[in-house]
């Protein structure tokens, strides 16, 4: 069913056109990514399909009854009311109703209900037709899946009569997403959705979306998470945009597949035009053949000219170097606490980081992992234990909030001013690189976007030239382009990177190595983002087997009989689930032998088929081999099924 229609849409911001002729449509159970460089017009459009913001030109079509859930850009829930109280107002209409089947439950225990047959048949039957209202509307449940969304957005520590006012920033953005996936709503609308989000609760966003009944429409530039999620690709550039089926790394395999054949199509085309060209110029004068160069001629005329490919909008470019190598051993760090004003988050940290190494920091929020880092760069002391810095380290420092960048300079002076012994010509030149051209940089730095901030923010780091980088989410507000480039220029990094980062593509690029911090220390992976999971779910299960072990080392005469009735009743179970999957499957085989034997039905009803004995010979003998094929397969179901 299509739930939204977007038809030649147009957006202007004053004199300044935004987006062109934008053509999108939604169906049920599609998952749309809406991609582009930051500034293409994608929180725009999102924005005015949700009806937020107005449109100059085109049509959006909707019917009536198509609900639209939309959550914008680090959106914060506000209220007074706790946790558990601002979920539940998603329900007022449910709880309404429950209000109601209470009050007729009572009064159909009323003696004088019970007395009057008439009133007690009109009540019995509102509270029955009422019920069944409240159960479709999944009434019996709407508890249990506000726990579930709390749990899956990382709630589950929380007291839940906690005032949402007193929640952070990110927690207030992660509250407002979880009461719009408890709305439901025909169309979900995403801006963003993992930002403020650890590698569990973006885990368990993937799998919800997955399964979720209506449309869902996401910006995000989480290439990871695009992968799970979408099944198709908008991409807005230059204005415009251009519809690609599959998840976002078919889109980049289509998107350089597309432009190879059509900058193909557009040099074959220029040389047809040369050549035509050449045999005018030297054929029209020409007596004997300047009829063959007026036709020639004419053929160029009528020919349609295609425009040169344009290819990618213009890219970020820069590279990281260092100014002096440094000694083999980076950092030790021994028995580590780190907090803040006292408080401990995490305790016992204990690593080693040696020269070229590039080392992924992970966990859920609130584990310690920035603390971590700005510990390591003095920005905050320790609480314990020792940090012993190698020989000639020099350290750069990336910081997820870009916290310095809120003076009131042009960009140009931001940068220049820590280096004034360059000339203005090599600071525009690297700011040039970072995409700050003509009058941006003449911004100030206060105004910037998050993406420009990043981008600044980089520039500064690029200059430093020093032998390890210490970055806290680098990606935050760069776009996908971007953020390939960033990739890029840290692989060819020549120091040490230690780095914090939600991004698992990102992570799998870049990192040789991972630390998960936990509370009480942190743990060593000797591999990336996927070499990490894997080896974290095996040793779970290692662990599992050996406390079941260790419980059974000492084992009486009766435990061992217990033990090999577990084993047994393993075994059955096993053999029960086998049972249960191969029943699973001879249904399914039937319902499509029922199926072919239908059609074959139909075939040999049909009068042009019935005409042709040859054909109706055919049919009836793929007919009958599927009805043996049928009751082979009821008798093994029987069989099985006893």
Same mark, same amino acid.
């Given at each position: 069913?299509?739930?939204?229609?977007?038809?030649?849409?147009?957006?202007?911001?004053?004199?300044?056109?935004?987006?062109?002729?934008?053509?999108?449509?939604?169906?049920?159970?599609?998952?749309?990514?809406?991609? /582009?460089?930051?500034?293409?017009?994608?929180?725009?459009?999102?924005?005015?399909?949700?009806?937020?913001?107005?449109?100059?030109?085109?049509?959006?079509?909707?019917?009536?009854?198509?609900?639209? /859930?939309?959550?914008?850009?680090?959106?914060?829930?506000?209220?007074?009311?706790?946790?558990?109280?601002?979920?539940?107002?998603?329900?007022?209409?449910?709880?309404?109703?429950?209000?109601?089947?209470?009050?007729?439950?009572?009064?159909?225990?009323?003696?004088?209900?019970?007395?009057?047959?008439?009133?007690?048949?009109?009540?019995?039957?509102?509270?029955?037709?009422?019920?069944?209202?409240?159960?479709?509307?999944?009434?019996?449940?709407?508890?249990?899946?506000?726990?579930?969304?709390?749990? /899956?957005?990382?709630?589950?520590?929380?007291?839940?009569?906690?005032?949402?006012?007193?929640?952070?920033?990110?927690?207030?953005?992660?509250?407002?997403?979880?009461?719009?996936?408890?709305?439901?709503?025909?169309?979900?609308?995403?801006?963003?959705?993992?930002?403020?989000?650890?590698?569990?609760?973006?885990?368990?966003?993937?799998?919800?979306?997955?399964?979720?009944?209506?449309?869902?429409?996401?910006?995000?530039?989480?290439?990871?998470?695009?992968?799970?999620?979408?099944?198709?690709?908008?991409?807005?550039?230059?204005?415009?945009?251009?519809?690609?089926?599959?998840?976002?790394?078919?889109?980049?395999?289509?998107?350089?597949?597309?432009?190879?054949?059509?900058?193909?199509?557009?040099?074959?085309?220029?040389?047809?035009?040369?050549?035509?060209?050449?045999?005018?110029?030297?054929?029209?004068?020409?007596?004997?053949?300047?009829?063959?160069?007026?036709?020639?001629?004419?053929?160029?005329?009528?020919?349609?000219?295609?425009?040169?490919?344009? /290819?990618?909008?213009?890219?970020?470019?820069?590279?990281?170097?260092?100014?002096?190598?440094?000694?083999?051993?980076?950092?030790?760090?021994?028995?580590?606490?780190?907090?803040?004003?006292?408080?401990?988050?995490?305790?016992?940290?204990?690593?080693?980081?040696?020269?070229?190494?590039?080392?992924?920091?992970?966990?859920?929020?609130?584990?310690?992992?920035?603390?971590?880092?700005?510990?390591?760069?003095?920005?905050?002391?320790?609480?314990?234990?020792?940090?012993?810095?190698?020989?000639?380290?020099?350290?750069?420092?990336?910081?997820?909030?870009?916290?310095?960048?809120?003076?009131?300079?042009?960009?140009?002076?931001?940068?220049?001013?820590?280096?004034?012994?360059?000339?203005?010509?090599?600071?525009?030149?690297?700011?040039?690189?970072?995409?700050?051209?003509?009058?941006?940089?003449?911004?100030?730095?206060?105004?910037?976007?998050?993406?420009?901030?990043?981008?600044?923010?980089?520039?500064?780091?690029?200059?430093?030239?020093?032998?390890?980088?210490?970055?806290?989410?680098?990606?935050?507000?760069?776009?996908?382009?971007?953020?390939?480039?960033?990739?890029?220029?840290?692989?060819?990094?020549?120091?040490?990177?230690?780095?914090?980062?939600?991004?698992?593509?990102?992570?799998?690029?870049?990192?040789?190595?991972?630390?998960?911090?936990?509370?009480?220390?942190?743990?060593?992976?000797?591999?990336?983002?996927?070499?990490?999971?894997?080896?974290?779910?095996?040793?779970?299960?290692?662990?599992?087997?050996?406390?079941?072990?260790?419980?059974?080392?000492?084992?009486?005469?009766?435990?061992?009989?217990?033990?090999?009735?577990?084993?047994?009743?393993?075994?059955?179970?096993?053999?029960?689930?086998?049972?249960?999957?191969?029943?699973?499957?001879?249904?399914?085989?039937?319902?499509?032998?029922?199926?072919?034997?239908?059609?074959?039905?139909?075939?040999?009803?049909?009068?042009?088929?019935?005409?042709?004995?040859?054909?109706?010979?055919?049919?009836?003998?793929?007919?009958?081999?599927?009805?043996?094929?049928?009751?082979?397969?009821?008798?093994?179901?029987?069989?099985?099924?006893?």
């Amino acid at each position: 069913m299509i739930l939204l229609q977007v038809n030649q849409l147009e957006k202007n911001y004053g004199a300044e056109l935004i987006l062109s002729n934008i053509k999108l449509e939604l169906q049920t159970r599609d998952r749309v990514a809406l991609v /582009g460089r930051n500034g293409a017009g994608k929180s725009t459009l999102l924005k005015i399909i949700a009806g937020h913001l107005s449109y100059d030109g085109g049509e959006i079509i909707k019917p009536k009854d198509v609900t639209i /859930g939309y959550l914008a850009q680090n959106t914060g829930l506000e209220s007074n009311l706790s946790i558990w109280e601002e979920m539940l107002t998603v329900f007022e209409d449910l709880r309404k109703m429950e209000k109601t089947i209470r009050e007729l439950e009572v009064r159909m225990s009323d003696r004088e209900a019970l007395s009057d047959s008439d009133r007690y048949e009109r009540i019995l039957r509102e509270y029955d037709s009422l019920q069944v209202k409240f159960k479709e509307l999944g009434g019996y449940q709407y508890e249990a899946d506000i726990r579930s969304v709390l749990h /899956g957005l990382n709630f589950q520590s929380f007291d839940h009569s906690t005032t949402v006012s007193s929640l952070s920033g990110g927690q207030k953005t992660r509250l407002a997403l979880g009461k719009l996936l408890l709305k439901k709503p025909d169309i979900l609308i995403l801006d963003e959705p993992t930002n403020h989000l650890d590698i569990d609760t973006l885990t368990w966003l993937e799998q919800y979306l997955q399964g979720y009944e209506g449309a869902i429409l996401i910006v995000s530039h989480d290439r990871y998470f695009l992968d799970k999620v979408v099944n198709q690709v908008y991409e807005l550039s230059r204005r415009q945009i251009q519809r690609f089926p599959g998840n976002y790394s078919s889109y980049l395999k289509q998107k350089a597949e597309n432009y190879e054949r059509d900058i193909k199509q557009y040099e074959k085309q220029q040389d047809e035009i040369a050549k035509l060209q050449d045999f005018i110029q030297r054929n029209l004068a020409r007596a004997s053949t300047t009829k063959r160069a007026q036709s020639r001629r004419k053929t160029l005329e009528r020919m349609e000219r295609m425009d040169r490919p344009l /290819g990618d909008e213009k890219s970020a470019a820069f590279s990281f170097d260092i100014e002096k190598q440094s000694g083999n051993d980076v950092i030790t760090i021994q028995d580590v606490a780190v907090g803040y004003s006292g408080k401990k988050v995490s305790e016992n940290i204990a690593f080693r980081i040696t020269r070229g190494e590039s080392i992924a920091l992970v966990g859920p929020n609130g584990i310690g992992k920035s603390t971590l880092l700005k510990t390591i760069v003095k920005k905050l002391p320790s609480l314990s234990g020792s940090i012993q810095y190698g020989s000639n380290l020099t350290i750069g420092y990336y910081d997820q909030e870009q916290a310095e960048l809120t003076s009131n300079k042009r960009v140009l002076n931001e940068l220049w001013d820590d280096y004034p012994l360059k000339s203005e010509k090599e600071i525009r030149t690297v700011l040039g690189n970072f995409l700050f051209s003509g009058d941006d940089v003449l911004k100030i730095v206060s105004t910037l976007s998050g993406g420009e901030k990043a981008r600044l923010a980089l520039s500064k780091l690029m200059m430093q030239k020093a032998n390890l980088l210490i970055l806290d989410e680098p990606t935050n507000h760069l776009d996908l382009d971007s953020k390939e480039v960033l990739e890029n220029a840290l692989v060819d990094y020549p120091g040490t990177i230690l780095f914090v980062s939600h991004d698992r593509y990102f992570i799998n690029r870049i990192g040789t190595r991972v630390l998960e911090l936990n509370p009480l220390g942190a743990v060593d992976y000797l591999g990336d983002y996927d070499y990490f999971v894997e080896k974290k779910q095996e040793l779970a299960e290692i662990e599992a087997e050996s406390s079941s072990l260790a419980v059974n080392s000492k084992i009486t005469l009766s435990e061992t009989q217990e033990k090999t009735s577990y084993q047994q009743d393993k075994e059955a179970k096993k053999l029960e689930r086998q049972r249960k999957r191969k029943l699973e499957e001879i249904e399914q085989k039937i319902e499509e032998l029922e199926n072919e034997i239908q059609q074959y039905e139909e075939q040999l009803c049909d009068p042009v088929v019935f005409q042709d004995h040859e054909k109706v010979h055919k049919i009836n003998q793929k007919n009958e081999q599927a009805k043996l094929l049928l009751e082979e397969a009821m008798d093994e179901w029987a069989e099985l099924a006893e």
